[in-house]
């Protein structure tokens, strides 16, 4: 139970991969961390278990039928008090809530947007591993961060690390600091060393065991295509105000070095620890301080060898894909990110190919025009073009199954 000086914390998307990581932090210092609020699409069983485990002040599901099954599973628990409501409006509403500190943005994908949003606007201490979002509005979301005096706390692992090497007053500008690069560290996926032929096979479950991670399928996915790297060097550009060429992509498969930060006199500072995603959640949850995140010390005796390699946008062309959107600016992230998205669900649900992803996303950028990202409105509704547009295209013969 909370004390007064505890954090109250909003936690989006509790049942996913970093939201079971973030709640295994809380629990190890349930004196200063209080959980205000829980939220999951679809998830109600591990929903209830969440609310069970830790009686949240309130719980939000994305249905109301899904909200009536928990609401009545808690009442036989003795769990009135658990204030519980559906759908997008309350996602809003947890987000802005008075009584919450620190909202944690841990949903998958577009939908996690607005409610990241809504807590920016509330001033909050965001916590984001939620990367859409900031592909996809990137200026905007910097832009109320800094009208509405948020603290935008980067959970992302490689986002996280260059934070921790870069000097406080960062953000006067990478070059006052003297930064002359960021290296973002990518682990390749589980098909680093794949001939495309090779490619051509992969399946659904092939690429969601990632070698080092453990993570939700739609990020497993992209890490796989490397589409990961590509929106994280979008996510660094704005977290970091770096251009797109000021970001080096180094391909480091152990996962140990998080991602470093260059200097002009030649230094090169980095992060590492064991690839566990409680440790940037730790630092996120407790910064400025340091807190004890549950994770195994490092022992480089065990590593032993660290390897580095450039990545190959010819196997993987996504990359090069989110690059170029991010050089074309305006709204050519947020259709990328889009169109990325139809494609991973329908490369899931066995509609596309594993290469076919990359295909599906460059047609749908090709047929798209880019506009000036000024509005959320302007960015809500090329969203919804670019998704339009990569559904018509995946029904196109040449992206039938089997057809890559
Ligand atoms: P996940 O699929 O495991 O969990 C997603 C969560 O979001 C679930 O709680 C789900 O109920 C909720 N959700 C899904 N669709 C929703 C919708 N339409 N509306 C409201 N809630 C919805 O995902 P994850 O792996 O935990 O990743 C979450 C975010 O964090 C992603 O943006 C991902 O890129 C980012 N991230 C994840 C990791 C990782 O290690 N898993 C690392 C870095 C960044
Ligand atoms: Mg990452």
């Known amino acids: 139970m909370s004390s007064s000086s505890s954090r109250r914390v909003t936690l989006l998307g509790a049942t996913g991969s970093i939201g079971r990581s973030t709640l295994a932090v809380?629990?190890?210092?349930?004196?200063?961390?209080?959980l205000y609020a829980v939220?999951?699409?679809?998830?109600r069983e591990a929903l209830l278990e969440i609310c069970l485990r830790f009686e949240p002040a309130r719980?939000?599901?994305?249905?109301?039928?899904d909200a009536e099954w928990l609401r009545s599973r808690l009442?036989?628990?003795?769990?009135?008090?658990i204030d519980v409501c559906h759908g997008e409006a309350a996602l809003l509403e947890v987000s802005q809530a008075p009584e919450v500190d620190t909202v944690m943005s841990a949903i998958v994908g577009a939908a996690g947007l607005l409610p990241t949003l809504a807590a920016v606007e509330a001033g909050k201490r965001v916590l984001l591993a939620n990367k859409e979002a900031l592909v996809m509005s990137g200026g905007l979301f910097m832009d109320a961060v800094s009208r509405h005096g948020a603290t935008l706390l980067p959970i992302d692992s490689e986002h996280n690390a260059i934070y921790q090497c870069l000097p406080m007053q960062h953000r006067d500008g990478l070059s006052r600091v003297g930064v002359s690069r960021l290296l973002l560290t990518a682990s390749g996926g589980p098909f680093r060393e794949w001939s495309l032929a090779?490619?051509?096979?992969v399946t659904p479950d092939q690429a969601c065991a990632h070698p080092n991670w453990s993570m939700?399928?739609?990020i497993s996915t992209d890490s796989a295509t490397m589409m990961n790297k590509g929106l994280e060097l979008i996510e660094a550009c704005w977290l970091f105000d770096a251009t797109p060429a000021q970001v080096e992509v180094v391909v480091h498969p152990q996962s140990i070095i998080h991602s470093m930060v260059g200097y002009a006199d030649g230094s090169v500072l980095a992060q590492m620890g064991n690839p566990d995603m409680r440790t940037p959640i730790a630092y996120g949850l407790a910064w400025p301080s340091r807190i004890d995140a549950g994770v195994e010390p490092l022992d480089l005796f065990a590593v032993s060898r660290l390897d580095f390699e450039s990545p190959d946008e010819v196997r993987f062309p996504c990359l090069r894909l989110a690059r170029e959107a991010m050089v074309a600016g305006g709204t050519a992230p947020a259709s990328l990110n889009a169109a990325n998205e139809v494609a991973v669900q329908a490369f899931l649900d066995g509609k596309l190919s594993f290469l076919g992803i990359a295909?599906?996303?460059?047609a749908t950028l090709e047929a798209t025009e880019v506009r000036a990202a000024d509005s959320l409105d302007v960015v809500l509704c090329e969203d919804a073009r670019a998704r339009?547009?990569?559904?018509?295209?995946?029904?196109?013969?040449?992206?039938?199954?089997?057809?890559?």
């Open 26 to 34: 809380i629990a190890r210092h349930s004196e200063a961390y209080e």
């Open 359 to 362: 295909r599906l996303v460059q």
């Open 75 to 81: 009442q036989e628990a003795g769990l009135t008090r």
């Open 59 to 65: 719980a939000v599901i994305g249905t109301q039928h």
């Open 388 to 404: 339009q547009l990569a559904e018509r295209l995946l029904h196109q013969r040449s992206f039938q199954r089997g057809r890559t």
């Open 216 to 218: 939700g399928r739609k």
């Open 39 to 43: 939220t999951a699409q679809r998830s």
């Open 198 to 201: 090779a490619l051509e096979t």
